[in-house]
């Protein structure tokens, strides 16, 4: 057997990415015809809770010969394979697929200080094999699974790329946000005013006119990681993704209003956004993993004037819920490493931000440079006060509840490292320190659902440091743990003979 082939560059489309997956082991062909009335959907969510191969579902009850469409779940999910836990992650981005956390920071944040490259308009593409206009389309007719029983609908588009610009067309916003079927031709789906999609669609309310619109389904992993990131309000998407992949990207103008989009996507969707018409939308079980039954909300209707799409097109789907799905491995480390350049620029001495995963995109756990922190000859009161501001003042900053400092012996990407910091040397009441100057997303359970506050609802920097380490001394105490408690020589022989000793080799 042929060794896999290594890849060292981000996938250009989804189709490399499924290929590069298959390479690896990591994705299965599910070719067993499935029903999309829930077992499609408990399927992919199994797949979530045991980190599993990501599955490729080509026999959906419902889909006509290799129209509309094969489905695709845990797109960006964890991983067994040994040692590529995050591979899903890191492959999006055009790392090895071994990368650890703080090398995909690193990566997203190193873009940053690059040349955006703006994408290439080319004429043709594969998205335009195939082309549906006006009274043709028929949304109900589709396979859409359905995702939870309690939803209220069928969620076409929970990891699609919303296409959205400014009436001046001086900024275009490439975005994630969920929407469900409403009839033949319209979706419906919250637009949140806060949110940049939400910033736009106020603009063409404010002219009197319809929104354009596109959605775009199976775009390149690096757009839809990119798609999940609060970056500065104002600044196109495309152009950081074209310097975070080292390449433009190639985008097709659409059939029906002036939006480009990229060339090699799967599906998109073209029309219009209502400033006037709204719709029942919901319930949806959300990334918090709560839902509450019948609870649904009058939310804009999306119109689909054409549908251009590939030969048996691939829908990707994340199914919502506890962790881990999309929404934390695409959407919150995204967050974090706008969240560390933010820290960065403010001249706070931080070296990582993570988000574990297990949180459910509302902790973030914020590391110290300590020898950058001890020339600041700074106290825990003042310092977590000024980190709390600069960070929950900042654009993502709205979406996140609580924010953990560790020092640098705490591995940010460990929850057990965190429990063990936050449990130890954060004295409840007197090292945390609390913010209600700041708005919270209202989609956190505890925001939408909780006790009302007089004034905002609160958040939090929970200091996991001693006061010590904010000192300009060496740290009086050591770990109890292998590599804190054994010499280099005895961890060596150890690591060594440990399938000797008739233990399982150790995964990553």
């Given at each position: ?406 020092g640098e012996d705490v591995d940010p990407t460990s929850l057990r490292d965190v429990i ?89």
């Open positions: 057997m042929a060794a896999p082939e290594k890849h060292s560059a981000a996938a250009g489309d989804l189709r490399r990415f499924l290929k590069e997956l298959h390479d690896e082991g990591d994705l299965l062909i599910i070719r067993k015809e499935v029903d999309p009335e829930m077992e499609l959907a408990a399927i992919t969510r199994r797949v979530y809770e045991t980190e599993e191969k990501a599955p490729l579902f080509e026999n959906i009850k419902g889909r006509h010969g290799d129209g509309l469409f094969r489905v695709l779940g845990a797109p960006v999910g964890l991983s067994r394979v040994p040692g590529q836990r995050l591979g899903r992650i890191a492959k999006s981005l055009g790392l090895p697929s071994t990368a650890a956390g703080a090398e995909i920071i690193d990566k997203i944040n190193s873009a940053k200080s690059l040349q955006p490259l703006d994408p290439v308009e080319v004429q043709d593409g594969p998205v335009k094999e195939f082309k549906l206009f006006g009274d043709d389309i028929d949304l109900t007719s589709l396979p859409t699974p359905l995702l939870h029983q309690h939803d209220g609908g069928k969620f076409l588009e929970t990891f699609g790329m919303h296409i959205v610009q400014t009436p001046d067309g001086s900024w275009t916003n490439w975005s994630i946000t969920r929407a469900m079927t409403h009839d033949k031709r319209h979706l419906v789906g919250p637009i949140i005013p806060k949110q940049d999609i939400g910033v736009i669609y106020q603009m063409w309310k404010d002219k009197g006119e319809d929104m354009p619109w596109a959605l775009c389904f199976g775009v390149p992993p690096a757009a839809i990681m990119v798609g999940g990131m609060p970056i500065p309000k104002g600044v196109d998407e495309a152009g950081f993704i074209g310097a975070l992949i080292g390449k433009p990207v190639d985008v097709v103008k659409c059939e029906t209003n002036n939006i480009r989009v990229p060339v090699n996507a799967e599906i998109v969707f073209e029309g219009t956004v209502s400033i006037t018409e709204t719709a029942p939308e919901g319930p949806m079980m959300e990334y918090h993993g709560h839902v509450w039954p019948e609870k649904s909300k009058l939310c804009p209707l999306f119109k689909v004037n054409a549908i251009t799409y590939r030969a048996d097109p691939i829908l990707p789907i994340c199914i919502t819920g506890r962790a881990t799905e999309e929404s934390h491995t695409c959407w919150a480390v995204m967050i974090a490493a706008e969240v560390l350049t933010i820290c960065q620029d403010a001249g706070l001495p931080i070296q990582m931000v993570w988000c574990p995963f297990e949180s459910h995109a509302i902790w973030y756990v914020i590391q110290v440079d300590r020898a950058k922190l001890r020339k600041l000859t700074t106290n825990m009161e003042d310092f977590c006060t000024k980190l709390g501001h600069v960070v929950f003042g900042s654009k993502p900053g709205w979406y996140m509840g609580k924010v953990f400092l560790v063990w910091a936050e449990s130890t040397r954060c004295e409840p009441g007197t090292c945390e320190f609390l913010f209600d100057e700041y708005g919270n997303i209202p989609l956190i359970p505890y925001v939408g659902y909780g006790v009302k506050p007089a004034k905002n609802h609160k958040k939090v920097v929970k200091c996991c440091m001693l006061p010590c380490e904010f000192e300009d001394i060496d740290l009086p105490w050591k770990v109890g743990s292998f590599r804190g408690s054994y010499p280099v020589d005895v961890q060596k022989t150890v690591e060594e003979n440990w399938e000797r000793y008739g233990f399982q080799p150790l995964l990553n």
